[in-house]
């Protein structure tokens, strides 16, 4: 019986879209182990990175001698906090390994054919969905920056607050925007947008609600509310605050909370963002998503520094209930837009691929 490899590396990455956002430095990983032509054993990278998503799938009591392996990425053949997974490929006697992606990582970079010989085979057919999976990743290796996307919620006729109620898109939109929210491992927002709504920006959603990305609030002035709800997440994630003020009574106030403090001497140019994003780089962040009002989102347009923007938009009008605080072309006027297929009861999600 002929072996279905597109089908079987599909339900790889399927499998690693489950803990993308949650496994630290390292990528997230699928693994199938295929006997007969039926899957015997799956793995994802763990939460925090480690173990390995094949050393997940194969430290199941099963026979494994003559099986086929179909991974996402190239497995690892270096020694680092565990031994490589080539070595437990090899020991557990794997007939045939797929893989889809080379690992840009140069202690693995096209050596795991070396270590397997011919028992490994790199997949050149990849769906297209799956084309970019590891985007993020790639740019993380290549610039030593995270990857950063956005999202926003807009009206039918493009306003971003409503001047009566607090939500514009629906409750079924808000959940999906969790779920979207959970797939990151950072989440930037302002001290305006957090005062004006009270923002937690936690993952409030049933099976993740204890994954809480950590929270960067861009706050130059030190005026962040003192009655906030996030402060009762702060001992459970990791929170700072970005600011230029020398304020030493906010400063106080804010670290008796477990805020921890980044000083910037400035925070205008492109040059500004950039230092502060290798920071929070060499601060382990890899998967930003920038969840602000539309001032501090332009700011980034414009400096190409978003690489993909999720809009939701309402199925309503609000007309003069709505308005904006910044202007809204940029985004009305964006070319690369993709719906999203989900049901959101009559609203849409929008993805723009900026770069």
């Keep these: 019986m002929k072996q279905n490899h597109n089908f079987f590396s599909n339900l790889a990455f399927n499998i ?87 690992d840009p990582d140069i202690r693995t970079y096209k050596k795991a054919k070396i270590v397997l010989n011919n028992r490994i085979k790199k997949i050149k057919k990849i769906d297209d969905r799956n084309k970019d999976f590891y985007k993020s990743y790639f740019l993380n290796k290549k610039y030593k920056l995270p990857f950063i996307d956005a999202k926003i919620a807009i009206s039918k006729d493009f306003s971003t607050i409503s001047r009566k109620n607090k939500w514009i898109t629906n409750s079924r939109s808000r959940k999906v925007s969790h779920l979207i929210r959970s797939k990151y491992d950072c989440i930037i927002s302002t001290s305006a947008s957090i005062n004006k709504d009270n923002s937690l920006l936690n993952c409030r959603i049933k099976g993740l609600n204890n994954f809480k990305p950590d929270l960067v609030i861009i ?100 007309r003069s209930n709505g308005f904006n605080n910044s202007k809204i072309n940029l985004i009305k006027n964006l070319k690369i837009l993709k719906q999203v297929n989900v049901n959101l009861n009559n609203d849409k999600l929008l993805k723009a691929r900026i770069h």
Excluded: W
Excluded at 39 to 47: A, D, E, K, Y
Excluded at 265 to 275: P, Q, R
């Design 219 to 318: 706050d130059r002035k030190l005026r962040l509310k003192k009655n906030l709800a996030l402060y009762s997440l702060a001992k459970k994630r990791k929170t700072y605050i970005l600011t230029t003020s020398n304020n030493s009574k906010e400063t106080s106030f804010l670290k008796k909370k477990n805020i921890r403090i980044i000083k910037l001497n400035s925070l205008l140019t492109k040059d500004d963002f950039l230092k502060l994003f290798r920071k929070l780089f060499q601060l382990g962040k890899r998967r930003i998503l920038i969840e602000s009002g539309l001032i501090f989102l332009n700011q980034l347009l414009k400096m190409n520094f978003i690489n993909n923007l999720y809009i939701f938009k309402s199925n309503t009008k609000l």
């Design 16 to 102: 690693a879209e489950s803990n993308v956002g949650k496994t630290n430095k390292n990528p997230s990983v699928g693994c199938v182990i295929v006997k007969n032509n039926s899957v015997i054993s799956t793995g994802v990278t763990s939460i925090n990175g480690r173990p390995h998503a094949e050393y997940n799938a194969l430290s199941k009591n099963l026979n494994f001698k003559d099986a086929y392996m179909y991974v996402t990425l190239e497995p690892c053949t270096h020694y680092g906090i565990t031994p490589p997974c080539t070595n437990l490929i090899k020991k557990k006697k794997i007939k045939k390994v797929y893989y889809c992606f080379e």
